[in-house]
């Protein structure tokens, strides 16, 4: 985002008043015991997704056959784990439940925040400068949109993801650079990075779709005209004065968007087209259980119990920050 | 009004062609072909390949596509060695479908009367509760619901068949009983969707002055409620028709995994990695017919609902 050190004397006023009302929303916020408890939960999901190794006591893909199926609190009954508890219980292959949660927190924390950026990124600009332009560009950069967006979204991801994995399968000299660089990042971060790619793509429509109607209703208002007539240029019109007003509705909807984008990841996963394995994720966790359960039902509890109570965490937030910002019910 | 119809049905021209020419290209694209496997020889494939023109250029193939879709067929399935896409995908349509309208009914049903209820009572237990219960139904997805309503009550309880489908030809009684579980696992979140959608809207239609008009002149409150608010406070439900559609259809993509439906969603995806073109071109193609049909309906159902809205334009 550009922003300039140099506070000039006109512009001072709105930057002031914008503060006042992040500070009341804020306030309103903080005096929600529920949204303090989502706050507090995803904090805690955030640190332990970027230290797993710190909180999970093994690793992802420890495989221990005699306790394959360990029910939750029970002890492991291999030797070299000699009074370990799986306090979520093992799964099929014997490997700790709790650890590929822990691990698993990280697939989903990622693509949360990834697509989260990439929409705000893409999206906000395009919208902003569709919004901001004059008919006829507006009208051609939307109809794009709209083109892509006849695509069924969870079909044209699906499309992307085994284009994508596919690539990763072919043989490493039949590439180009490019390519190279791509499925070594994908290879990296076991097969995180296509996921990404895949849901990015699609996530901006909406978020662009947003800022467009958005802009198109504050760019005839006096203060724009007012901005306009002492020769502020486009750039500084959209980034210092459009943006500022809108921003507040666009956190909002990419609040609300972010459970789509960990299902969408979860469900990707569920059916074999996310993360490799041995990388857990929640989705492909959610598989795994899904396979046993008649007789093992705890493998498939607390993967979608995370899956779920993140979601929620997600939707209750981007609602609360809804209701606070929203004027009408100031005075509740 | 017409003109408007036109205009949007114009409109599918372009799509058509972007979205059909983006997944051919990208089919097309993808390593490996629909006869490999290790015990196939060469000689065969290629052989194989020359009958159903793969060996030609992408563009060609594309327009020879383009040419067989002219004329309403849309080619022989490969993973099937040469049957006809249609004699596979008209059945998992139906199925889908029926799939989708029983969800929709749920939705629509379930989610509706809460919401109104909630705006009734605004503020009161019955608000709080509904409103916490569609913040959940949002929250918690298809392959978390699924597998937690197949084990309740297919596993545990055995009031339902866990999977599978059951046409209408096998009797009333064991057709329904399959397609409640996965019509409830496609609907509940939609539901949720459409209660918030329905209180919201409530509650704006019931702040307005026609109202309190209403109610002054010693209208009785159910009156009140269903001639005077409901009727306004149904448009924007109405206009969510159109995403809601489009979200029940690939939400059953993922539901037909979980329930194992033989509807289309379980097509698209084995045929995406059997590299049956003929396949997904044509599960793309009705998907995104559906869409752009869906969108139109609701236009013209809107203009119907609510006399306000012109076509100047």
Redesign the interface.
Known sequence: MATSTAPAPVLASPARRSRTLLFDVVMRLVKDPFVVICVLYLAALIVVAIFPSTFAPLSYEETNFPDKLAPPMSYATTPKLEGFRYIMGADRLGRDIFSRLIYGTRVSIAVAFLGAGISFAIGLTYGLVAGYSPAKVDNMMMRIVDIIYAYPTLILIILLQVFLTSLAQQPAESLGALQTLLVTLDTRSGGLFFVFVAIGAVSWLNMARLTRGQTLHYREQEFVQAAELVGANNRRIMWRHLLPNIIGTCIVAETLAIPAYIYTEAFLSFIGLGVQPPMPSWGSMIADGYGALRSAPHIIFFPALALSLTMLAFNFLGDAIRDAMDPKLRDR | MIRVIIRRLL?FI??FF??TG??FA??H????GPFDSDKTPPALIQQMEEVFGLNRPVQEQYFIWLSSVAQLKFGPSLAARGKPVESFLLPGLAVSVQLGLFAMLFALSVGMPAGIVAAMHRGSWRDRSATLIA??G????A??LG??L??LFA?RLGWFPVAQWASLSDGLIPYLSHIVLPAITLGAGLSAIIARLTRASMLQVLGEDYIRTAQAKGLSQRVVTVRHALRNALIPVVTYLGPLA?AV??GS??VE??FAIPGMGRY??TS??SRDYPMVMA??VI??LI??GVNLLVDILYTVIDPRIGHGN
């Open positions: 409109w372009p799509v972007v979205v983006l997944t990208t089919m694209a993808l390593p490996g913040i959940i949002v929250s918690v997805p392959i978390v597998p937690v197949q084990w596993l489009a259809l690939t993509l993922v995994q979980i698209f995806v995406i990695s599960v793309v998907y995104a869409i752009v």
